[in-house]
T-cell receptor, first 113, second 110 residues
């Protein structure tokens, strides 16, 4: 069975600090990986995705994630966060040919101005 | 192109009633999945439809059902509502290489 583990439930940072949110997954096959963001009062939006190729994926708003196959990880990073990055972040994994995605429990990021 | 639309956006029902939620995927997308989002359980997969057929089903009771029409629009139905069914119900429209979430339907059961 597939599963996703997000290491931190709540992260608090000051503006300009660097961010890394951990995500590890368990799946017995080739995967597609996603990070979604949910800003307060808004719906889930895709930040970035990995399907194949370069394991370092760049997404919107300066976010990036690195797929490390040997570690079953897909950590999200941003060099310098802004107050507007305050949101909940979800990591998700999907089998390459599957329709079902499995989500982590989410990490709430609070950025202090 | 238009995004994923879900109707209604907000709904208040009482225990024991039933409810039907609707999702219109992005034009050309044939796969629609449904998720339930609650603070306690996070995002949980309900079911996935592709070309009018249910392809996957999550671990929800039989009170939760769905269907997909020939135009790819999908509905989910919850019968005999319980307080614990209060949640945000999200629809996901999936194409070959991308998937997009709808804004969700916020269901409150009183």
């Amino acid at each position: 069975a597939q599963s996703v583990s997000q290491h931190n439930h709540h992260v608090i940072l000051s503006e300009a600090a660097s961010l890394e949110l951990g995500c590890n997954y368990s799946y017995g096959g080739t995967v597609n990986l996603f990070w979604y963001v949910q800003y307060p009062g808004q719906h889930l939006q895709l930040l970035l995705k990995y399907f194949s190729g370069d394991p370092l994926v760049k997404g919107i708003k300066g976010f990036e994630a690195e797929f490390i196959k040997s570690k079953f990880s897909f950590n999200l990073r941003k060099p310098s966060v802004q107050w507007s990055d305050t949101a909940e972040y979800f990591c998700a994994v999907k089998g390459t040919n599957a329709g079902k995605s499995t989500f982590g429990d989410g990490t709430t990021l609070t950025v202090k101005p | 192109k238009a995004g994923v639309t879900q109707t209604p956006r907000y709904l208040i029902k009482t225990r024991g009633q039933q409810v039907t939620l609707s999702c219109s995927p992005i034009s050309g997308h044939r796969s629609v999945s449904w998720y339930q989002q609650t603070p306690g359980q996070g995002l949980q997969f309900l079911f996935e439809y592709f070309s009018e057929t249910q392809r996957n089903k999550g671990n929800f009771p039989g009170r939760f059902s769905g269907r997909q029409f020939s135009n790819s629009r999908s509905e989910m139905n919850v019968s005999t509502l319980e307080l614990g069914d209060s949640a945000l119900y999200l629809c996901v429209s999936r194409g070959s290489y991308e998937q997009y979430f709808g804004p969700g339907t916020r269901l409150t059961v009183t």
